[in-house]
């Protein structure tokens, strides 16, 4: 488990303040990345709940935010691994209707998503030289 791992755990155990998905992706790469935690909090305030409207996953889109933060603009190796781990599924409403569909709870399955994507935008800054 890497750093960033461990900070996106810690974060989805708090109950008050519940951090959303994408705040829960972005703060764990904030400091590096040179946002104040503040920052990073204000950026993915609207990001929960798929963008509010049940649109684009919050931990996708989390993801997204961390990539741009460190000069990666085409994140067509992030959609391409994301799309093919969910049946192709991106949006909240769509992915939390898949989980419902096989019986799961909404929580774990949202964690799951975070460290997901924590993990998968780590591999990717790693490889691009970005962070060690």
Not at 3 to 26: F, M, W
């Amino acid at each position: 488990m890497s750093k960033y791992q461990d900070r996106a755990k810690e974060l989805r155990a708090i109950v008050t303040p519940h951090y959303n998905c994408g705040q829960s992706v972005v703060l764990p790469f904030a400091a590096e990345a040179g946002l104040s935690e503040e920052q990073a909090l204000g950026i993915c305030a609207n990001f929960g709940g798929g963008l509010k409207r049940a649109s684009a996953c919050g931990a996708i889109t989390g993801g997204l935010v961390v990539l741009g933060l460190f000069g990666i603009d085409n994140p067509s190796e992030y959609y391409r691994i994301l799309r093919n781990s969910h049946e192709g599924l991106l949006d909240c409403a769509e992915l939390l209707r898949k989980n419902e569909s096989l019986g799961r709870e909404k929580k774990p399955h949202c964690d799951a998503l975070v460290f997901e994507c924590v993990s998968l935008v780590e591999k990717l800054l790693r490889e691009s030289g970005k962070i060690n």
